[in-house]
């Protein structure tokens, strides 16, 4: 497939190594898989460089063992505020921490999983994108999957400044298997596509707490920048290659 990317837009590259042990999905960043996996660059704006640096800095990481695709976020963040708690809830409406996977890279059949900082979930499949006629599937989950979120500060309480949040997230290979297109889980080697984007709300502060301003579009911050402000581009998504060398044994 011929390169779609705009001008000067060039997607991000990620090696993914092993899990160097056992990781407990608590949204705690303190597993050694995650001290010794890189962070990704800072996210940027989603259309890309010639827009300002996103206020807040957002690094995510990703490891992997034979039942699992790890990712984690960490998120710098003053005013900590969530509102929605069902799941598939159209999470973005709170501030968000979006992953996209494209497995063979096709453009097609690919997945979203979207968290807040509540721990409240949305997942669905898409056969192709929504500009290209794609209808998502609402009802499709990735079974058996793991998240957690750890608050560094206060949640809806805005009389203090809080530090940030992170999550961690693991994705069962067997979740992802039906509409992957490729071994699944991954061989070493194999360059899958995948995304990362926070949504970021402005909001004021009342009766203690947070109320979103309506009528004011959010801030798309991401891994890999897209060029247009649409996530549903999967041709501009990161290329993450899998390797078999366990996190920290290796330089880097």
Known sequence: MPDQSPPNITPKTYTCYRACGPIVVD????DPSWIRAPRTDLFVDIEGDLKPIPRFGTRAMMVWDNDYFYVAADMEEPDIWGTLTKRDSIICHDN????????????????EFEINV???????YLPKPYSKGGKADHDWDFVGVKHAVHI???VNYSHDVDRGWS??????WSSMAQYAGVNCPPSAGDSWRVNFSRVQWEFDCYKGGYLRKE?????????????VINMHVPENWGHVIFSDIVAGTAEM
Do not use: R
């Open 27 to 30: 949204g705690k960043l303190n």
């Open 167 to 172: 999550c961690e997230i693991a994705f069962p």
């Open 152 to 154: 560094d500060g206060t």
């Open 215 to 227: 009528g004011v579009p959010c801030d798309n911050w991401v891994w890999s920048p897209q060029g």
């Open 96 to 111: 968000d921490f979006e992953v996209f996977i494209d497995p063979d890279g096709d453009t097609n059949h690919y997945m």
């Open 118 to 124: 509540l721990n409240a979930v949305w997942d669905l």
